[in-house]
């Protein structure tokens, strides 16, 4: 055992001086193949040009808020209750699309982190996805409320309320928009909607948008789940498309926040080729 480590100590030093480190205002980042000018956010590559250059992207996003107004028509025609309705949206890659951020993320060789991130949201320049300000437009035709119960932090409130009030994103105000406050679990927020309205649809890229059960994904990556909750799917929750990041990804790494080149041994080893 013992040889076998002294064996591994060069090739670990070579790994080691492969990295390049940048400092830009503190933010540490490594590239993982300097001679092949590779980013260490290169496996980023082909989710973020599908995101911004695919157009199976755009009508995704279109059938998307396509059947999400069908399910708010059928939803409105069932409950003649008094009680208002109402539509529970994530924000990010939901309503705004902050691929430009991702797309940074692989220019600069830059993991993510929440200060990067926030530099990227204080611009308040992200445009809205396709087909959402339509859909919203459509269901305040209706009667019916949008909130927005996103994990972006408080901190953040001004600057995406100025960007979504720029892109003339309805309800975009303080009631309607509820951020995180201590904990990303948003079952709290859902209920202090459920006090005045009947939530008729969620919408949202990551499922645990829709159930916190998806925040912990330890058993087969909450594929299970998935099938448990099929039918629930595009009746009471309308999901998105999102290959850049989200709790999926989280689950590959098993809660995890592992060094970038662990990272790309865990995404390898995730994998299921077919056997020859
Ligand atoms: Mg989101």
């Known amino acids: 055992m013992k040889k076998i480590a002294l064996l591994l100590i060069p090739f670990l030093v070579i790994v080691a001086l492969s990295f390049k480190s940048y400092d830009n205002s503190s933010i540490k980042s490594a ?31 279109y059938q998307c808020y396509n059947m999400a107004k069908m399910i708010v028509d059928n939803k409105l025609k069932e409950n003649k209750a008094v009680t208002k309705n109402a539509v529970v949206l994530d924000i990010d890659e939901t309503v705004l699309d902050n691929s430009p951020y991702e797309a940074w993320m692989i220019d600069k060789s830059f993991p993510y982190s929440v200060k990067t991130w926030k530099i990227w949201t204080k611009a308040a320049i992200a445009k809205p996805t396709p087909g959402v300000v339509e859909f919203l437009n459509y269901i305040k035709s209706k009667g019916v409320e949008a909130f927005y119960v996103s994990n972006r932090e408080i901190d953040e409130r001004d600057a995406t309320l100025k960007n979504m009030i720029n892109e003339k994103i309805p309800f975009a105000d303080s009631i309607h928009i509820l951020l995180k406050n201590n904990s990303s679990n948003k079952t709290d927020r859902y209920k202090s909607i459920e006090k005045k309205y009947k939530i008729i649809l969620t919408i949202g890229d990551n499922l645990r948008d829709y159930n ?33 990041y989200g709790d999926w990804e989280k689950a590959i790494y098993n809660g995890k926040f592992p060094s970038e080149v662990e990272k790309n041994k865990i995404r390898r080893a995730a994998l299921q080729p077919y056997k020859e």
């Open 31 to 61: 590239s993982v193949c300097d001679s092949l000018n590779i980013s260490s956010q290169e496996h980023l590559m082909m989710s973020v040009l599908w995101y911004q250059r695919s157009a199976e992207m755009k009508a995704l996003y």
């Open 212 to 244: 916190e059960i998806f925040g912990n994904r330890k058993n087969n990556y909450g594929l299970n789940m998935a099938d448990s909750l099929k039918n629930q799917f595009g009746e009471s929750f309308v999901i998105l498309p999102n290959p850049m």
